[in-house]
């Protein structure tokens, strides 16, 4: 039972909510079924598609394809996409050597079908309708490329006619080999709209949203750089001739002077496809769940589900205002189908890719793991694009990353013990910084959101004992103690100083041989260090100044020798634990 009335007129309507457990798919059918009289009409007479929406827009999109639920691998290679729009236009290939590949982990932390340019999964019937005017459409494409095709890579799309009577094709690129990006209708009128990159965007995950509105099309990357092109049609209809539509390669050469002339070659982990122009905001909201979940900069403000264009205010989980660059995010948010619990950016420029955080660890995969997130909490990030120098720092004898970072917080509970504990990780392969000791780096939070580390309330973390130079790892991290909703963090690099003053230790002893001397004691401890002050003893039996060795396990302000059979010299070095040197000024 999906809906019930009471009412005595022959005239009504009966609202229905379809369980949200229900499979999606296209084989359902509706009847009604009356008491009084008892009656059971015939079904509706045609099949109904039941799917999901993504992003919390409340439409059907006529194509769905995630790399994270629905792929078929036959002998290590993919065989079947299956559509998760309940639209049921699944692709598939079924010649061996035309099969793209899989990577469960090269997506953020998430899996994408792999193309070599000779590779591609299709769906013989096209996802387009015999018999309807089309006035517009919407495509969503997620991808990165790893080498520079020599043609256009993405969606390659059906044969069409529009209203003027021009015959063209639908179809939606990615980037030539020149950087820029294609969408449109190909044929006729070669309806085309371009976008220049204007960037290096090899391997990075990049999100192209691509528009036909009427006779109106546009394209935008990452969000943002959009184009607009006005053609002299408004409507379009499949024809009849067979042509699939397919992902990866055009299966008859493109042009037709290349068996395979439009490639793609580099990974696709999402794709989504509706019949229909969307709104900004359901735009909006798609692009955000598509750049959390694979590390694409957004150009614009990141929203949850729950935005509708007119509640910014409330629903904004990133501005990107001053703090837009490299943006990254662990979030959960049943409505968009996003639980991504680990997450670095994907943009490929130098040290983008800095940060790296995940809820209770980082695993190998988002899938790997386990650690929960409550629904609708979003922790988002990006940094202000500065150099990663050093700058002097908060408080004396420190530097810090001149780059700093903030960290936007929704829907965390406000209790500090309830908040998730975060994994946060540094790359710093590459990096010349002054610190050439694990003990001199620390994690520092501007809890004010001022991103001011010399006032307000500062958190410091120090480094999980795993850490390597260049690969800083900082464990139980809490965001946002305060509830203010922002935090601004950055590295701090402690500056060592040797004890300006070495102290002094006791004085000379006359023993018999082989007798235990008195304990050798501190008379003045070293000072003026930076750092933790740390003691090495050295014994010498041939002078006071030369022949002298380390003594094993001497590391305390005082020293016990053992028995003494000849005349031997003691002296005490002084050191900090972040610098591997010692004084050459010993007590």
């Given at each position: 039972?999906i809906?019930?009335?009471t009412?005595?007129?022959?005239?009504?309507?009966?609202n229905i909510?379809?369980p949200s457990?229900?499979?999606?798919?296209s084989g359902y059918?509706?009847?009604?079924?009356g008491?009084?009289?008892?009656?059971?009409?015939?079904?509706?007479?045609?099949?109904i598609?039941?799917?999901?929406?993504?992003?919390?827009?409340?439409?059907l999109?006529a194509?769905?394809?995630?790399?994270?639920v629905?792929?078929?691998?036959?002998?290590g290679?993919?065989?079947?996409?299956?559509?998760?729009s309940?639209?049921?236009n699944?692709?598939?290939?079924?010649?061996?050597?035309?099969?793209?590949?899989?990577?469960?982990?090269d997506?953020?932390f998430?899996p994408?079908?792999?193309?070599?340019g000779?590779?591609?999964?299709?769906d013989?019937?096209?996802?387009?309708s015999?018999?309807?005017?089309?006035?517009?459409?919407?495509?969503?494409?997620?991808?990165?490329?790893?080498?520079?095709?020599?043609f256009a890579?993405?969606l390659?799309?059906q044969?069409?006619?529009?209203?003027?009577?021009?015959n063209?094709r639908f179809?939606?690129?990615g980037?030539?080999?020149?950087?820029?990006?294609?969408?449109?209708i190909?044929?006729?009128?070669?309806s085309?709209?371009?976008l220049?990159a204007?960037?290096?965007?090899?391997?990075?995950?990049v999100?192209?949203?691509y528009?036909?509105?009427?006779s109106?099309?546009?394209?935008?990357?990452?969000?943002?750089?959009?184009?607009?092109?006005?053609f002299?049609?408004n409507?379009?209809?499949?024809?009849?001739?067979?042509?699939?539509?397919?992902?990866?390669?055009?299966?008859?050469?493109g042009a037709?002077?290349?068996?395979?002339?439009?490639?793609?070659?580099?990974?696709?982990?999402?794709?989504?496809v509706?019949?229909e122009?969307?709104?900004?905001?359901?735009?909006f909201?798609?692009?955000?769940?598509?750049?959390?979940?694979?590390?694409?900069?957004?150009?614009?403000?990141?929203?949850?589900?729950?935005?509708n264009?007119?509640?910014?205010?409330?629903?904004?989980?990133?501005?990107?205002?001053?703090?837009?660059?490299?943006?990254?995010?662990i979030?959960?948010d049943?409505?968009?189908?996003?639980?991504?619990?680990q997450?670095?950016s994907?943009n490929?420029?130098?040290?983008?890719?800095?940060?790296?955080?995940?809820?209770g660890?980082?695993?190998?995969?988002?899938?790997?793991?386990?650690?929960t997130?409550?629904?609708?909490?979003?922790?988002?990030?990006?940094?202000d694009?500065?150099?990663v120098?050093?700058?002097?720092?908060?408080?004396a004898?420190?530097?810090?990353?001149?780059?700093?970072?903030?960290?936007q917080?929704?829907?965390?509970?406000?209790?500090?013990?309830?908040?998730p504990?975060?994994?946060v990780?540094?790359?710093?392969?590459?990096?010349?910084?002054s610190?050439s000791?694990l003990?001199?780096?620390?994690?520092i939070?501007?809890?004010?959101?001022?991103?001011?580390?010399s006032?307000?309330?500062i958190?410091e973390y120090?480094?999980?004992a795993?850490?390597t130079?260049?690969?800083?790892?900082f464990?139980n991290?809490?965001?946002?103690?305060d509830?203010?909703g922002t935090?601004?963090?950055?590295?701090?690099?402690?500056?060592c100083?040797f004890a300006?003053?070495?102290?002094?230790?006791?004085?000379?002893q006359?023993?018999?041989?082989?007798?235990?001397?008195?304990?050798?004691?501190?008379?003045?401890?070293?000072?003026?260090?930076?750092?933790?002050?740390?003691?090495?003893?050295?014994?010498?039996?041939?002078s006071?100044?030369?022949?002298?060795?380390?003594?094993?396990?001497?590391?305390?302000?005082t020293y016990?020798?053992?028995?003494?059979?000849?005349?031997?010299?003691?002296?005490?070095?002084?050191?900090?634990?972040?610098?591997?040197?010692?004084?050459h000024?010993?007590?």
């Open positions: 039972v809906g019930t009335r009412t005595v007129s022959l005239n009504t309507t009966i909510t379809i457990n229900i499979t999606f798919g059918r509706m009847r009604i079924v008491s009084n009289p008892a009656y059971t009409s015939p079904d509706n007479g045609f099949n598609a039941i799917g999901d929406c993504p992003a919390n827009t409340g439409i999109p194509l769905w394809l995630r790399a994270d629905g792929v078929t691998q036959t002998g290679s993919v065989s079947a996409w299956a559509d998760q309940g639209s049921d699944h692709h598939r290939q079924d010649t061996i050597a035309r099969r793209p590949g899989f990577s469960s982990v997506a953020n998430n994408s079908l792999t193309f070599d000779n590779q591609w999964v299709s013989t019937n096209g996802i387009l015999t018999g309807i005017n089309y006035t517009g459409a919407q495509v969503f494409l997620a991808h990165n490329s790893t080498t520079a095709p020599n890579r993405g390659y799309g044969y069409v006619t529009f209203d003027n009577g021009d063209g179809m939606a690129h980037e030539f080999s020149d950087g820029t990006q294609y969408f449109g190909i044929g006729g009128n070669n085309w709209v371009t220049a204007g960037a290096d965007r090899m391997n990075a995950y999100l192209n949203t528009q036909l509105n009427g109106i099309h546009k394209l935008w990357f990452n969000g943002g750089d959009s184009l607009q092109a006005n002299n049609y409507y379009f209809t499949k024809r009849t001739t067979t042509h699939p539509w397919a992902v990866g390669a055009a299966p008859e050469g037709g002077t290349n068996p395979y002339g439009f490639r793609q070659k580099g990974a696709i982990p999402e794709i989504i509706f019949r122009a969307l709104s900004q905001s359901n735009q909201k798609i692009e955000t769940y598509l750049g959390i979940k694979y590390g694409s900069q957004l150009l614009h403000n990141y929203f949850s589900s729950a935005y264009g007119a509640n910014a205010a409330s629903t904004t989980v990133y501005n990107i205002a001053n703090y837009g660059n490299n943006v990254a995010g979030a959960r049943d409505s968009y189908r996003l639980y991504q619990k997450s670095r994907q490929s420029v130098q040290y983008a890719r800095m940060v790296t955080m995940g809820v660890s980082i695993e190998t995969s988002n899938a790997l793991n386990t650690n997130l409550p629904n609708n909490l979003y922790l988002v990030w990006g940094d694009a500065a150099s120098t050093e700058v002097p720092g908060p408080v004898n420190t530097n810090r990353l001149n780059r700093v970072w903030k960290l917080a929704s829907g965390q509970p406000a209790a500090e013990a309830a908040k504990r975060v994994q990780n540094f790359d710093l392969t590459g990096l010349s910084l610190g000791n003990s001199q780096y620390k994690l939070i501007d809890r004010d959101g001022d991103g001011n580390f006032t307000g309330t958190s120090t480094l999980d795993a850490s130079l260049t690969n800083l790892i464990k991290v809490v965001w946002d103690t509830n203010s935090d601004h963090f950055t590295l701090q690099i402690l500056q100083t300006s003053n070495a102290g002094t230790i006791a004085g000379v006359t023993i018999c041989p082989n007798t235990v001397p008195a304990a050798l004691t501190s008379s003045v401890a070293a000072s003026g260090q930076v750092g933790v002050l740390q003691y090495r003893w050295q014994q010498s039996t041939t006071a100044t030369a022949g002298f060795t380390d003594i094993a396990n001497s590391n305390t302000a016990a020798p053992g028995a003494l059979s000849q005349t031997t010299w003691f002296r005490r070095l002084e050191g900090v634990d972040c610098c591997t040197a010692w004084t000024v010993p007590a």
